[in-house]
């Protein structure tokens, strides 16, 4: 079963970058059935996406966030990436990477981790 | 700000059967792009309970079910059961955003 574990640092200070990184388990990760997400949950709200990536490395982005969310993937290490820059308190959530079946078979996610923006 | 809308909150006796709407446009639900739905309980991540809008992964109890017409979507759980108080989301494409777009969520309460 496709696992995906998201890894970073907990605590990020205002103005500066968010970087996180999602590990997936298996050979998926080069697959043309996949795409990869982040998504986010700010404590007691509900679920928004960031953005997703293909293999091949095509993007797309919440039009919200286009300007300071960058997302990578490196498929040789099995790992998608996510960097958030000029981080606010706003950006206070729990992030969740995810793989999304392109041929309706649903989605796997990460357990996802807390990420407090504070000096 | 959500592209798919829920009820806030659905409640029911042990044993009934309540439903979850999820009211979308032509450019997500209406534009036959798939629906999914993802059951998460306090603490822990969401957990796939339909996909491709009618689909049960293996593992998930029949009686939850999942339909779509239109611009909708539904989430429907019969028999209510005391575990099944959790949070649930809707999920689709929107090709005007180009990208993935949640519902508001539901908190279900069994009475």
């Known amino acids: 079963q496709l696992q995906l574990q998201e890894s970073g640092p907990g605590l990020v200070k205002p103005s500066e970058t968010l970087s996180l990184a999602c590990n997936v388990s298996?050979?998926?990760?080069?697959?043309?059935?996949?795409?990869w997400g982040w998504i986010r949950q700010p404590p007691g709200k509900g679920l928004e996406w960031v953005g997703s990536i293909f293999h091949t490395g095509t993007t797309q982005y919440n039009p919200s966030l286009r300007s300071r969310a960058t997302i990578s993937i490196d498929t040789s290490q099995k790992r998608f990436s996510l960097k958030m820059t000029t981080v606010s308190a706003a950006d206070t959530a729990v992030y969740y990477c995810?793989?999304?079946?392109?041929?309706?078979?649903?989605?796997?996610w990460g357990q996802g981790i807390m990420v407090t923006v504070s000096s | 700000q959500s592209v798919l809308t829920q009820p806030p909150s659905v409640s029911g006796a042990p044993g009934q059967r309540v439903t979850i709407s999820c009211t979308g446009s032509?450019?997500?639900?209406?534009?036959?792009?798939?629906v999914h739905w993802y059951q998460q309980l306090p603490g822990a991540a969401p957990k796939v309970l339909i996909y491709a809008s009618v689909n049960r992964p293996s593992g998930v109890p029949d009686r939850f079910s999942g339909s779509k017409s239109g611009t909708s979507a539904s989430l429907a759980i019969t028999g209510l059961q005391a575990e099944d108080e959790a949070d649930y989301y809707c999920q689709s494409y929107d090709s005007r955003l180009n990208g993935l777009v949640f519902g508001t969520g539901t908190k279900v309460t069994v009475l």
């Open positions: 995810a793989g999304f079946s392109r041929s309706g078979g649903g989605s796997h």
């Open positions: 032509d450019s997500n639900i209406g534009a036959a792009y798939d």
């Open positions: 298996d050979a998926s990760i080069k697959s043309d059935n996949y795409f």
